[in-house]
């Protein structure tokens, strides 16, 4: 991946990343984020990636953690959310009903109509404001976890522009960004 804007210090990386070499050092966190000391205007980066990460068990901190919530917004996340998914007790279905409110009730935009904090983003679910993907995963982040359904948000790029047949390489642009 060749990166030409800094993004602070996170790096953007495949998913299970088991080492990165570029322009580092490079740290990353319990929760897989890479990250680098060193901001730069443009890095290369390759990256190894793990097939099969080992499952573990998340410690009862962890789960908290997944589950937190504003405590100022969080009546107002889970009137939202009971709304939603109603009387369903599966956490597989409650997300799959909140994912299908966000694709059948919001319109993508990347203009909006609103502040990025706790009040704009409960305003956003609940006036269903046109938004774009940044937004949506933290609404339904919130959501999820207004629902007993531990969620966290992450962010990467999705591309499908190949400039390397043989060495399977890809353009990641910013406007790949999700």
Known sequence: MTMFAPLEKIIPSIPRISAAQG????????????????????????????ILSPMRTMTAEEVAGYLALPDTIAPELRELSDSIVGGETSPFRKAAMVE????????YSLSVGFRADNAGIVRMIRNREAAY????????????????????????????EKIDQRKNKFLARVMDAH
């Open 23 to 50: 322009a580092g050092p490079f740290v990353k966190n319990d929760d897989g984020i890479v990250f680098t000391e060193n901001k730069q205007r443009m890095r290369k980066l390759k990256f190894s990636q793990s």
């Open 100 to 107: 299908s409110y966000f694709q059948n009730n919001f319109e």
């Open 133 to 160: 993907c940044s937004y949506f995963a933290t609404a339904m982040t919130l959501l999820l976890r207004a629902e007993g359904i531990p969620a966290r948000v992450t962010t990467g790029f999705k591309t499908y």
